[in-house]
């Protein structure tokens, strides 16, 4: 057994140890919001935001984009379990700035092996075969943070599929302090209307 599962199973013993009631809560999130956000391991959704299991529903993917997987989730969010807020959070020092499409396909059609990151960026160190698969996925990848969060909430805005009514607000979570800071034209973009 790989050393990462053992710990995992281990500190799901512990959890299931003291889990009480929580299998007594309610499938619609209790406060009544969701939270589209990266996937950085760095980010804790249910601590800078004051969560507890039950309270929000927590989007994750590469970058925290508006992906139309991300747009499907927020959807089912409001429309079957009647969230009424939602926040598209990104944040500092995101590995999604650090490449672009080009170099994302080029790293997979060199090789499917990880590829390191050094001062000029991710270069690819595999000697496997790899693929051109990786031409027909937009990876979202991010050139401007504040810039990004604007374009996401106001996709999530403009999305038909989403009603005028759930205000959606940006802001970027700040690696290195743990501060939410307000992205004021994404806040803007998203207002209910």
């Not at 969560?51 to 969010?77: M, P």
């Amino acid at each position: 057994m790989s050393t990462v599962l053992n710990e995992v199973l281990t500190a799901n013993e512990q959890y299931v140890a003291g889990f009480g009631d929580k299998g007594a809560l309610a499938l619609p999130p209790a406060r009544g919001f969701a939270i589209l956000t990266c996937m950085d391991a760095r980010l804790d959704p249910a601590k800078y935001a004051g969560l507890s299991e039950g309270d929000a529903h927590v989007i994750r993917n590469a970058g925290g984009r508006a992906s139309d997987d991300a747009i499907r989730s927020l959807v089912i969010s409001y429309k079957l379990l009647g969230t009424k807020e939602w926040f598209v959070i990104h944040h500092t020092d995101c590995g999604m700035e650090f490449f672009s499409d080009t170099v994302m396909r080029e790293l997979l059609e060199n090789s499917l092996e990880t590829a390191a990151l050094g001062a000029e960026g991710f270069y690819d160190v595999g000697t496997t075969p790899g693929s051109t698969e990786g031409n027909y996925i937009d990876w979202l990848t991010i050139s401007h943070k504040e810039q990004s969060v604007v374009e996401d909430v106001r996709r999530v805005r403009q999305h038909p599929l989403v009603p005028g009514r759930i205000p959606v607000y940006g802001y970027i979570y700040d690696v290195r302090s743990g501060r939410l800071i307000e992205v004021p034209d994404a806040t803007r973009e998203g207002a209910a209307r």
